[in-house]
């Protein structure tokens, strides 16, 4: 019998579980609430360029003060593509940013690493960006590359330009990356650009997105809007992110939180597509509170993290717009048990609610140190609720019956076809969870998880030479490195 041609009424297959935080009636109430805090409280804008562009468009200004049209916001949403797919460094779409698809990298920015071999609590070098970018090469569950930290062993003024030299020469995955100002992000998307082949290469299929901040609550500095202005003259993808702060920099309410978050975003968007219609803008926010009892950013200790950016993912997909959210990340100091459970949780409920571009795997201390196991870690975490995430097929294959029929009662598997078939893909299976007995596990040496995520991110470098940039490439990224570094230093006029 064909079990997969019976009829029912009604039919529903799920083709993957089922999650939602927010009705369609609450995001639209959301939305309401944005369109009213930009039209009557407004927000502080502090580049000529955008004030500009805003006083053009028709918005009310007093000052750097601005009052954004709720047509102003609607016709920004409407604007901005809803899906953007990054490539490779060879130019291979790989990333497409749309509907609930999902992909995890490193963040930024830390200024603190775990030494893979000591355990010390240092600062970054150089060194340990390459270590990041090789991991991420090789670690399937990290999509897309950050640098994870800040170099310390450079110019300091020039960290951002060194971090992507790094990335670029040690992984081929597309790019995600921070800067000071908009003079090193220039350097930074020269880089890209001889390495896409050209300015017009880069755009048509860009390995690069830039991640930027605008001040929260309700202020936008300079600098960021710069950044922002120049990406979408480029026509390059664009990360316009608050991180906002409930008790703090945002209201003490989850829903606060979303509306603060989205505020701040979506002020940027607008600036962004007045300044060039129909240029890739990715929203989003890291959005977290503060606790009250020691001052600190909940950085994944808390539900209401994954709560609030759950909501925050599904309210900037009912906008249509591509979501840019944070897992993988931890208030612990160490790789440890609370690690875990917190990257853990909020990997799952960030797979879960469908946000597209998600960073910070590997963090720790709310976001002050990163370390190369908790990207270890973090892969083999993406990979077992991507495992959930592909929900149960059911078929004919699958449901088994003549299978079934075949063995009988009191039977076995282990000799069937269909086992030998199935049982490799159908079953996840893990790299470093351990599913020995006592006895196995004692003679081989009681290897604690722990140490096996420092076995093989040690076995992964030890075997990686990284796939070669052509010599000519290489000494172009090293002429822009020379060129910052000599007008930074004050020897080139």
């Known amino acids: 019998m064909n079990w997969d041609k019976c009829s029912t009424t009604n039919k529903i297959d799920n083709g993957s579980v089922q999650f939602s935080v927010l009705s369609e009636s609450q995001c639209n109430r959301i939305y309401f609430a944005v369109q009213e805090v930009l039209e009557r409280t407004g927000t502080r804008i502090y580049n000529q360029e955008a004030l500009e562009l805003l006083k053009q468009a028709g918005c009310r200004t007093e000052g750097e003060r601005v009052w954004i049209p709720s047509r102003l916001l609607e016709k920004a949403v409407k604007s901005a593509p809803s899906r953007i797919t990054l490539s490779d460094r060879n130019g291979r779409r790989r990333l497409l940013l749309e509907g609930c698809n999902s992909y995890f990298g490193p963040g930024p920015t830390t200024p603190n690493f775990i030494d893979?071999?000591?355990?010390?609590?240092?600062?970054?070098?150089?060194?340990?960006?390459?270590?990041?970018?090789?991991?991420?090469?090789?670690?399937?569950?990290?999509?897309?590359?950050?640098?994870?930290?800040?170099?310390?062993?450079?110019?300091?003024?020039?960290?951002?330009?060194?971090?992507?030299?790094?990335?670029?020469?040690?992984?081929?995955?597309?790019?995600?990356?921070?800067?000071?100002?908009?003079?090193?992000?220039?350097?930074?998307?020269?880089?890209?650009?001889?390495?896409?082949?050209?300015?017009?290469?880069?755009?048509?299929?860009?390995?690069?997105?830039?991640?930027?901040?605008?001040?929260?609550?309700?202020?936008?500095?300079?600098e960021a809007v710069d950044k922002l202005l120049f990406m979408a003259e480029k026509e390059l993808p664009i990360i316009y992110t608050p991180g906002v702060q409930g008790n703090a920099t945002a209201p003490a309410s989850l829903a606060g939180v979303i509306v603060m978050a989205a505020c701040d975003s979506l002020a940027g968007l607008v600036i962004h597509q007045l300044k060039n219609e129909g240029a890739p803008f990715i929203a989003g926010g890291v959005a977290s509170n503060m606790d009250m009892s020691t001052m600190i950013h909940c950085y994944g200790s808390s539900p209401d993290f994954c709560l609030m950016h759950a909501g925050l993912s599904e309210f900037i997909r009912y906008l249509g717009l591509p979501m840019f959210s944070t897992a993988g990340c931890s208030d612990s100091k160490t790789?440890?048990?609370?690690?875990?459970?917190?990257?853990?949780?909020?990997?799952?409920?960030?797979?879960?609610?469908?946000?597209?571009?998600?960073?910070?795997?590997?963090?720790?201390?709310?976001?002050?140190?990163?370390?190369?196991?908790?990207?270890?870690?973090?892969?083999?975490?993406?990979?077992?609720?991507?495992?959930?995430?592909?929900?149960?097929?059911?078929?004919?294959?699958?449901?088994?019956?003549?299978?079934?029929?075949?063995?009988?009662?009191?039977?076995?598997?282990?000799?069937?076809?269909?086992?030998?078939?199935?049982?490799?893909?159908?079953?996840?299976?893990?790299?470093?969870?351990?599913?020995?007995?006592?006895?196995?596990?004692?003679?081989?040496?009681?290897?604690?998880?722990?140490?096996?995520?420092?076995?093989?991110?040690?076995?992964?470098?030890?075997?990686?030479?990284?796939?070669?940039?052509?010599?000519?490439?290489?000494?172009?990224?090293?002429?822009?490195?020379?060129?910052?570094?000599?007008?930074?230093?004050g020897t080139v006029a």
């Open 116 to 222: 893979l071999e000591t355990g010390e609590h240092r600062s970054v070098t150089k060194q340990d960006v390459c270590n990041v970018a090789s991991l991420v090469e090789l670690l399937p569950g990290m999509d897309f590359c950050m640098s994870l930290a800040t170099i310390s062993d450079v110019t300091p003024s020039l960290a951002d330009v060194h971090e992507v030299q790094a990335m670029l020469e040690n992984t081929t995955k597309p790019i995600a990356t921070w800067t000071f100002n908009a003079q090193n992000l220039a350097a930074i998307v020269e880089m890209c650009e001889i390495v896409a082949g050209g300015p017009l290469e880069l755009k048509n299929n860009p390995s690069l997105v830039l991640y930027t901040e605008p001040a929260t609550p309700l202020k936008h500095p300079r």
């Open 335 to 489: 790789i440890d048990m609370q690690t875990a459970i917190e990257y853990a949780l909020t990997i799952y409920s960030a797979a879960l609610s469908g946000a597209n571009l998600i960073h910070d795997v590997g963090y720790l201390e709310s976001g002050m140190c990163a370390s190369l196991q908790g990207l270890v870690l973090g892969d083999e975490i993406i990979s077992y609720v991507r495992k959930i995430l592909q929900g149960i097929q059911v078929d004919d294959e699958t449901l088994a019956v003549d299978v079934i029929d075949s063995v009988g009662p009191g039977g076995h598997f282990l000799g069937e076809a269909h086992t030998f078939k199935n049982f490799r893909t159908q079953f996840w299976v893990p790299k470093l969870l351990n599913r020995e007995n006592y006895y196995s596990w004692e003679m081989n040496g009681k290897i604690t998880y722990d140490q096996r995520l420092t076995d093989r991110a040690n076995h992964l470098l030890e075997l990686y030479t990284p796939e070669p940039l052509d010599d000519l490439l290489k000494r172009e990224l090293q002429r822009v490195i020379d060129a910052v570094e000599g007008y930074a230093t």
